[in-house]
């Protein structure tokens, strides 16, 4: 998101975050038991995901589709015309997994948060000028 970059405190995830933690394991914790990619480990009070092919193949498929298609985007050369699944295949292999899949949501996100940036600046120049 463009606005993490810029004007945004960076810690804003986290400050959220932090503080409603018991809320947050109770929305995600059932969801998280039943993944069999996720491992809880409560002594460490961190998750531990399936990085192998496998795991990784997995965790891509269950993806939206519209990240799907960005990732496959990202990932297939002019002209190969791969399906979706080859590509997510070909990416679930890559040591760079999370990197391709943060390229494909910053794909996606960027243009509207670019938006909604823009908005602001020139709503907030507006409310000056009058």
């Known amino acids: ?3 993490m970059v810029v004007g945004e405190d960076k810690a804003k995830v986290l400050n959220i975050v932090k503080p409603n ?3 947050f394991r109770e929305l995600y914790g059932s969801i998280l038991q039943e993944n069999p990619q996720v491992v809880y480990k409560i002594q460490q ?27 496959n985007h ?12 080859e590509t997510l295949l ?11 899949v943060r390229l494909g949501l910053s794909a996606i996100v960027r243009p509207s948060s670019m938006r909604q940036s823009t908005k602001g600046i020139f709503t907030a120049d507006l409310g000056i000028i009058y």
Request: charged residues 25%; proline residues 9%; negative net charge.
């Open 45 to 71: 009070g961190s998750l531990e995901i399936d990085k192998s092919p496998e795991g990784q193949f997995t965790q891509l498929m269950t993806l939206p589709k519209t990240l799907q298609q960005q990732i």
């Open 21 to 23: 933690i018991a809320h």
């Open 74 to 85: 990202i990932m297939d050369p002019p002209g190969k015309n791969r399906d979706v699944e």
């Open 90 to 100: 070909q990416v679930a292999h890559d040591p760079d997994c999370g990197e391709v």
């Open 1 to 3: 998101d463009f606005r």
